[in-house]
């Protein structure tokens, strides 16, 4: 059973179904899908989460709008963890001539946030998403904790001069209740992270409504700092929100405030030595702000406001705090105790060892540049052990310190065998090795002995090997707390239509799509033409060619000596004195012959390449549904004449065993030629 984990998105485009048309207008039958609900959907189904999984749009505020559904979402009990953010992409020229005819787009190429002469903005891409959670599950459960959302609102903008006209006054009251919400006083708030398009009339009416909601509590002038993202990045429209709220987090953990860019000399329209704000315009240290409450000064956390507003008219504002030192004192309770002594466990794996030695490579240059002390070693060997997938390329060392940490790292990417207190190994190769030792009723009671004894070496080995480790168990009741470590690497592949077809037959290609092949070839992605590894059937014969949608891979021919058995065959079949049905005797075919058939097969379907198929991965875990399921067991059948169902998945559900399967049918069910 899942978790009840939402996930909440906000998208807008959704132009690359333009592509297909422009195929089909051409000629070439092209069909793409282009739903966006599948971007939420999608993440729910590969993760198993069964909390609410929605994708939104209402245009520029749509990522902000999505964390503010996520947040109700769990204040209701709807789930117990929700992700939520937006993503933001430029595919098609379509979005370019729209944003001209509408005079969206900058003169200048860059977004001017409260500078003088912006006339518009530039579109920017992006993706982001915050994991959120209950403030106490989060110091419960040692989580790094960026900032804590105190209030959020949404509201429409009604009628205005212009649909996309904004309204200041609408403007002001998400804002308002964003903060009442929060039960933030606007003093308190020391940054606001602005929508700040860089328009000549959209900045000053934005200055305006946080104006009139600020000045509702004081009447104090620039005390508050604002700036955008735009600035920097461009304006990532339905990604904005996430690019603000992920800005915001950045400044917190830093402790400081980024500038603002083209904003030197300020929009004339707005005056800002009369209003509460400042524009950021250089690094500075975020200060927390100290305000007199009841005639005594008070320190504040370090607060912020995040607004995100739609040109169809949703407004989106959410507050943000910072995760105070005395809530992170509090949460050092719930971590384990300085004492720790003596080496820990650094493990690290991949999908393979190029990508492991990326993630080597990662941890490595942060290593260097001193963002972590001996302090956190404890805390970083125990987010690498319960906060990371174990994959099948693995490697495993002992550290005392960073600095022997960053030694053996470097040691390993530099190509260098035989380190010392550190393994490596794949699981893959040593599946059936480890299963051997495993069996052995002792071995738990062992490994327990080893554990409990700081004998790692062992377990390291096994662990590489795939060895099942219960990681917490080196803790027992206080862990440490999670740290924020380089994330995976992962392989940079481009799955644009038509530039490689499926996936099988993007061998020989990088970054760019190869310019000799005409667009047709590109589009269309025919395999080549290959040698079955069973003996065809002559035209007549019930079993036809290869199908078209999938190639099944050619195996050599003389290593089953299939080339007289074939010759025989048709000779029999040419000199046949009188029409009758035949049998044909299909030559005898190894289990190993299949299952590599198959392997290339199931890769074409799946749309992978042939060695990330496993052959004891579930064809579920490989991301078979019913569909590529059905047109795989259509090949096999044509193939083999076999009459296989497709519910056979499920009886066999790896190559392994429907390869022993299938080879059982072919014995049994011999393929025959009508006369």
Known sequence: MGSRVGVYVGVMYEEYQLYGAQEQISGRPKALSGNPSSIANRVSYFFNFLGPSIALDTM?????????????????????????????????????????????????????????????????????????????????????????????????????????VPNPAAQADVIRRSWQAAKVDPR????????????????????????????????????????????????????????????????????????????????????????????????????????????????????AGISSFGAGGVNAHIVVEEFSPDSKKKAEKHTISPSWDGPVVIVLSAWNEERLKKQAERLLAALEAGKYSDADLVRIAYTLQVGREAMNERLALLAGSCEELEAKLQLFVDGYEGIAELCRGQVKANK????????????????????????????????????????????????????????????????????HGRKADRTGYETRPDESRTTEQKITAVPPQVRPLLPETPAAATVTANPVHVALRPLNEDTFHLGKITDEIVSSASTASAPKLETIVVPAVSIEALQAEMKASLAEVLYMHEDEVDIDETFVDLGMDSITGLEWIKALNKRYGTSITVTKVYDYPTIQDFAGYLQSMMRSSPMRKKP
């Not at 729209?98 to 912006?118: A, D, P, T």
């Not at 009671?445 to 080995?461: F, S």
Request: one cysteine or more; proline letters at 4%.
């Open 60 to 164: 520029c505020s749509s990522s902000l709008t999505a964390i503010h559904l996520a947040c109700q979402s769990l204040r209701q009990g709807e789930c117990e963890v929700a992700i939520a953010g937006g993503v933001n992409v430029s595919i098609h020229p379509n979005k370019y001539l729209l944003l001209g005819q509408g005079n969206f787009v900058s003169s200048k190429g860059r977004c001017e946030s409260f500078g003088q002469g912006g006339d518009g903005y530039v579109p920017g891409e992006g993706v982001g998403a915050v994991l959120l959670k209950p403030v106490a599950k989060a110091i419960a459960d040692g989580d790094h904790i960026y900032g804590i959302i105190k209030g959020t609102a949404v509201n429409h903008g009604g009628k205005t001069n212009g649909y996309s």
């Open 432 to 499: 059936d090795a480890l299963a051997a030792i495993m069996s052995d009723e002792d071995m738990t009671v062992t490994i327990e002995a080893w554990i409990r004894k700081g004998k790692y070496g062992k377990l390291m080995d096994l662990w590489t090997k795939g060895l099942k480790v219960d990681w917490s168990t080196f803790y027992g009741n206080i862990r440490p707390s999670r740290i924020s470590l380089p994330t995976y690497p992962f392989a940079k592949e481009r799955f644009w239509i038509g530039e």
């Open 188 to 303: 308190s708030v020391s940054y606001i992270e602005a929508h700040g398009t860089g328009t000549t009339l959209g900045d000053p009416i934005e200055i305006a409504g946080l104006a009139r909601v600020f000045e509702e509590s004081t009447q104090e002038k620039q005390f508050c700092s604002i700036g955008s993202a735009k600035s920097n990045i461009g304006h990532c429209e339905s990604a904005a929100g996430i690019a603000g709220l992920t800005k915001v987090l950045l400044q917190l953990e830093y402790g400081q405030l980024v500038p603002s860019l083209h904003s030197g000399k300020l929009n004339e329209n707005i005056d800002f030595a009369n209003t509460p704000f400042k524009v950021q315009q250089e690094l500075a240290e975020w200060k927390r702000p100290t305000v007199g409450v009841n005639g005594q000064k008070r320190e504040f956390p370090r607060i």
